[in-house]
C-alpha cells in the first residue's frame, strides 16, 4: 500500500481542518506532512488520526510536522520542573522524540491544552512541540 493511500484519512483531515500550506510529499519510504493549521485542537486531531492509523506511532513511515498558527491572545505559562529543563517532544507521548527544551522558570507560549496529561505548547525560539502538563503553570 503506497503510503499517500495509506495516511489519506490523516491528509484529508488535514485540508478540511484548514491547515494551509499543506504539504505532502512521499520520499525514501516516508511521508511528509507539512503545514501551518489554524488552532491547537485541529493538530491534537491529526495526531489522534495518526495514531489510529499506526497504534503508537509504530510504523516510522510519517513525519507529521504541522505547525500552529498562534494569533495575539495568547496564554503563557511558566515551567515548573524541581531541576531540569523540560522536554518538548514531536507528538503527545514519551516515545515522541524530543525537539526542544524549555529550562526551569522559562515562560512559554500554550497553543492548546491537548488533554489532562500533554500541552501543546511554543517556546520564544519558536519550537513548538508536546510538554507533559504537570511541569506547566499558568502564568499570573
Known amino acids: 500500500m503506497a503510503l499517500q493511500d495509506k495516511y489519506k484519512e490523516l491528509t484529508d483531515?488535514?485540508?478540511?481542518?484548514?491547515?494551509?500550506?499543506?504539504?505532502?510529499?512521499?520520499?525514501e519510504g516516508v511521508l511528509y506532512v507539512?503545514?501551518?493549521?489554524?488552532?491547537?485542537?485541529?493538530?491534537?486531531?491529526?495526531?489522534?488520526?495518526?495514531?489510529?492509523?499506526?497504534?503508537?506511532?509504530?510504523?516510522?513511515?510519517?513525519?507529521?510536522?504541522v505547525k500552529v498558527a498562534i494569533d495575539a491572545a495568547v496564554t503563557k505559562?511558566?515551567?515548573?520542573?524541581?531541576?531540569?529543563?523540560?522536554?518538548?517532544?514531536?507528538?503527545?507521548?514519551?516515545?515522541?522524540?524530543?525537539?526542544?527544551?524549555?529550562?526551569?522558570n522559562e515562560v512559554i507560549t500554550l497553543v492548546n491544552q491537548s488533554n489532562d496529561q500533554w500541552w501543546l505548547v511554543r517556546t520564544e525560539d519558536g519550537e513548538e512541540g508536546y510538554a507533559y502538563a504537570q511541569y506547566l503553570s499558568p502564568e499570573a
Not at 483531515?13 to 520520499?27: F, I, K
Not at 491534537?44 to 506511532?57: C, E, G, R, S, T
Not at 531541576?83 to 524549555?102: C, E, F, H, W, Y
Open 34 to 65: 507539512d503545514g501551518i493549521a489554524p488552532n491547537g485542537a485541529a493538530k491534537d486531531q491529526l495526531w489522534a488520526i495518526y495514531d489510529k492509523l499506526d497504534p503508537n506511532f509504530l510504523s516510522g513511515d510519517l513525519v507529521l510536522d
Open 13 to 27: 483531515a488535514a485540508a478540511a481542518a484548514g491547515v494551509s500550506d499543506l504539504q505532502v510529499r512521499e520520499q
Open 77 to 104: 505559562v511558566k515551567v515548573i520542573t524541581e531541576n531540569s529543563n523540560l522536554n518538548i517532544r514531536k507528538g503527545p507521548g514519551t516515545d515522541q522524540p524530543i525537539v526542544g527544551k524549555a529550562a526551569k
